[in-house]
């Protein structure tokens, strides 16, 4: 699962910002990094980023698109890399010059320094239910189904989902989320390090043979994470927007 990616030093992490009209934050980081008031030498979204963003389902795209074309325009600057999520999927088409890796190639290894880095959106190995869901929703003919019936309907299928998923709680607790993760097996993948985020819980347990970092939700309190490895932070630093930050 090597795609010969370098984590760098000063890289901007995100993941599951579920962004919508409803849910807005997330804009003015971008603006910020695009007009490089917020300077990075690689941008990587892990997933979840877009409430509703849908290869094939044009709406989705539309409603989408003044942060679409700001992160187009930053990736013909800097390395862009996207984590398909559950919420955000079949995008290669839509980010053209962004590295893009899809449910089924997840987790990502690449290099920091002298360390191995598993990346993944967190959704990878669910089994079950789960897993046919997943497989279901990005099939292209049921998504072209779903965008002809949500055409007609006015666009009543994608705004309904919009209103429920932006009343959810980003911020609930896993309990137990430490045994959960160690009945996973991640320690096959044979990284130092293993960052994912779908459970927004913000938490570092070092294992044995490697640490996991699972990264907060941006939809919960607008945080982020800088890529800076010393003796003050174990890889990743965690920043916050400000709310006098957004005026979107």
Excluded: W
């Amino acid at each position: 699962m090597s795609h010969n990616l370098e984590l760098k030093e000063g890289a901007i992490i995100i993941s599951d910002a579920h962004y919508s009209h409803l849910r807005p934050e997330l804009l003015r980081l971008i603006q910020q990094i695009s007009s490089k008031q917020l300077k990075t030498p690689q941008l990587i979204f892990m997933g979840d980023i877009f409430d509703a963003l849908f290869g094939g389902v044009d709406y989705t795209f539309q409603v989408n698109k003044e942060i679409i074309d700001l992160i187009n325009t930053i990736s013909k600057e800097i390395e862009v890399i996207y984590l398909e999520g559950n919420h955000d999927f079949n995008l290669a088409k839509l980010f053209p010059k962004a590295k893009v890796f899809s449910f089924k190639v997840q987790p990502v290894l690449c290099s920091y320094k002298d360390k191995t880095v598993a990346l993944a959106h967190g959704d990878f190995d669910i089994g079950g239910k789960y897993k046919l869901y997943v497989r279901l929703i990005r099939n292209p003919l049921l998504l072209s189904i779903l965008a002809i019936i949500d055409k007609i309907g006015n666009h009543f299928i994608i705004k309904k989902l919009d209103i429920y998923l932006s009343k959810k709680d980003d911020c609930n607790k896993f309990v137990n989320f430490k045994e959960y993760i160690q009945k996973r097996s991640l320690e096959i993948y044979q990284s130092d390090y293993f960052i994912e985020g779908h459970y927004h819980q913000n938490n570092l347990y070092k294992f044995d043979s490697f640490n996991y970092i699972n990264l907060a939700a941006f939809a919960c309190n607008q945080r982020y994470f800088i890529v800076k490895s010393n003796k003050e932070s174990e890889l990743l630093e965690e920043k916050k927007l400000l709310k006098g930050d957004f005026n979107g």
